[in-house]
């Protein structure tokens, strides 16, 4: 970080010093620097909107009667995205996801 701060320096103060092809090197690094830092936004931008997505998709779960902020999302873990896919699922799949009980099952299979 240091040595490229002072090879832009000397660049600065000795143009006629510098070559033009040690001023190419630097606008190349600095060009290829942008090109990653662009990239990296682009992928936390992505994975924001995904965690976005499922927050909003757990919260429709809890729409559901009986179905706490907890329970939906186990409900989302275990595959469950949609209100419509836990009321189409059948019993034993919905009781094999953990803090899902019978009761949560009778109040949902009474919605069907």
Same mark, same amino acid.
């Given at each position: 970080?240091?040595?490229?701060?002072?090879?832009?320096?000397?660049?600065?103060?000795?143009?006629?010093?510098?070559?033009? &092809?040690?001023?190419?090197?630097?606008?190349?690094?600095?060009?290829?620097?942008?090109?990653?830092?662009?990239?990296?936004?682009?992928?936390?931008?992505?994975?924001?909107?995904?965690?976005?997505?499922?927050?909003?998709?757990? &919260?429709?779960?809890?729409?559901?009667?009986?179905?706490?902020?907890?329970?939906?999302?186990?409900?989302? &873990?275990?595959?469950?995205?949609?209100? #419509?896919?836990?009321?189409?699922?059948?019993?034993?799949?919905?009781?094999?996801?953990?803090?899902?009980?019978?009761?949560?099952? #009778?109040?949902?299979?009474?919605?069907?």
């Amino acid at each position: 970080m240091i040595s490229k701060f002072l090879s832009k320096l000397k660049s600065i103060l000795f143009k006629s010093a510098v070559s033009p &092809e040690t001023s190419l090197k630097i606008e190349k690094k600095a060009a290829k620097s942008a090109k990653t830092k662009t990239k990296t936004k682009t992928k936390s931008k992505l994975v924001n909107s995904k965690k976005n997505n499922s927050k909003k998709n757990i &919260e429709t779960l809890t729409t559901l009667p009986g179905v706490g902020a907890k329970s939906a999302k186990a409900l989302y &873990e275990a595959g469950f995205k949609t209100t #419509k896919a836990v009321i189409a699922a059948d019993e034993k799949d919905l009781l094999a996801v953990s803090g899902v009980g019978i009761n949560l099952v #009778k109040k949902l299979k009474k919605l069907k």
